[in-house]
């Protein structure tokens, strides 16, 4: 396995889309072992990860800057000390991934706000139960009583807590924000060791802002970016089939459909009401090749128009970009974005509190014609590091098809259970 992510470091990013592609088509558990040794911390991500198992209320960690030898006392003291906290939940399809699965993206999330604004973050980063095993809406409880915990017990602030989601992390960061802001309306309860049925989920304030990266807000496939870009994206039909069989459990006469569908999963279909539960601000990241774009920009166009400040970042790039950095080729692009995320955190966070506020624009095309992520083999001459995330620039094709090769081998044994760049602020 160490083979497979030595080699990944050398592969060109369209290449890691065609790996991304095979692997997110897996069953879970062969999923699951070939992508979190891919994304497992490397050394010098230790001292930033303060792990925390679980302790009947959630599960996960704490990242920050030196963190990792914290004790109880002096990690809160860290949580009251910082200027901002995010809450993020990790995407996969809500069958993969783990609370450390971006580590070089989260730390930049923290280094650039500190460059930038000399703003103190920590990450609360959360790992939540897993389908298949765990259906809907197992995840949805466990996010929703992780962020319970960081309000009420850990006595932080939301006006400084700042929610982050990628993908099906996003999904799952709507629904809980649309079952906190009026509880009475859902049944969700949450499960303890000796009874089922625990009591029912507080009414929680909404944060200072959100931040959602390829947002996951309906189960159909059939919009025009679905048509126009499965070719280009890591995420298929096939994988979109396995998502739904795997999260929602069938119903006897409709083996092919879910017996209740995620309220969050069908968030495209409203038409109004969005500001009673998101925050005032929201950031998106979409890309431009993926096949969750229209459906994603939709959301966005309807939220805007019921009054919320909604920021959308087009990059030419696949699905989840922002997070999975390994697809993206242009790493000044990459700069551009963490500082519109610094932007955003200051924005939604301190910016009211100093009565300041930040004019945005309404759109604007980049100057430089930065180059998309190739989904053809190009020919390159960008000098190739041996760092993952900087080693984007080598095109191999034999390294590639070794690479594929021994993802089949590993498949068979496990069970089976335009190149111009765009950005626009909606």
């Not at 197992?138 to 915990?149: C, F, R």
């Amino acid at each position: 396995m160490d083979s497979i992510r030595k080699s990944l470091r050398r592969l060109p990013p369209g290449a890691v889309i065609k790996v991304l592609r095979k692997v997110f088509a897996y069953p879970a558990p062969a999923a699951r072992m070939i992508l979190n040794d891919i994304t497992r911390p490397r050394k010098a991500h230790k001292s930033w990860i303060h792990k925390v198992p679980w302790n009947n209320v959630w599960s996960g960690c704490w990242i920050g800057e030196q963190v990792n030898k914290l004790d109880q006392i002096a990690l809160q003291r860290r949580i009251d000390q910082a200027d901002v906290i995010f809450f993020n939940v990790h995407g996969g399809g809500f069958r993969l991934g783990t609370s450390t699965m971006y580590m070089d993206t989260y730390i930049r999330w923290i280094t650039f706000l500190k460059k930038k604004y000399n703003l103190n973050s920590l990450i609360m980063s959360i790992d939540y139960r897993l389908a298949p095993e765990y259906k809907y809406p197992s995840p949805v409880e466990d996010v929703v009583k992780a962020y319970e915990h960081l309000i009420q017990a850990l006595g932080v602030d939301p006006a400084k807590i700042i929610i982050t989601g990628d993908s099906a992390g996003a999904a799952l960061l709507l629904e809980m924000l649309f079952i906190t802001h009026d509880p009475s309306m859902f049944e969700i309860t949450v499960d303890t060791d000796d009874e089922e049925g625990g009591a029912m989920v507080s009414e929680l304030p909404r944060p200072a802002g959100a931040v959602f990266v390829s947002p996951l807000v309906t189960d159909e496939t059939t919009s025009e970016s679905w048509r126009e870009n499965v070719k280009y994206d890591f995420i298929s039909q096939h994988t979109a089939k396995v998502i739904k069989r795997d999260y929602f459990e069938k119903q006897p006469n409709d083996p092919d459909g879910p017996t209740e569908a995620s309220p969050i999963l069908g968030i495209a279909k409203l038409q109004t009401g969005f500001h009673a539960f998101l925050p005032e601000q929201v950031l998106m990241y979409v890309g431009n090749k993926e096949v969750l774009r229209d459906d994603a920009l939709d959301l966005a166009e309807k939220a805007e128009q019921d009054g919320i400040g909604w920021e959308t970042v087009i990059e030419d790039c696949v699905h989840d970009w922002f997070c999975v950095r390994e697809v993206v080729k242009d790493r000044p692009m990459l700069d551009r974005a963490d500082t519109t995320l610094a932007d955003f955190c200051y924005r939604a966070v301190v910016a009211p509190r100093e009565g300041r506020a930040i004019d945005q624009m309404s759109a604007r095309r980049t100057s430089e014609g930065l180059e998309a992520v190739p989904e053809d083999n190009e020919d390159d001459d960008s000098e190739s590091e041996d760092e993952f995330h900087e080693a984007l620039s080598t095109t191999d094709t034999e390294l590639e098809a070794a690479v594929l090769k021994k993802l089949d081998k590993l498949e068979d044994p496990l069970p089976t259970p335009r190149n111009s760049t765009l950005t626009v602020y909606v």
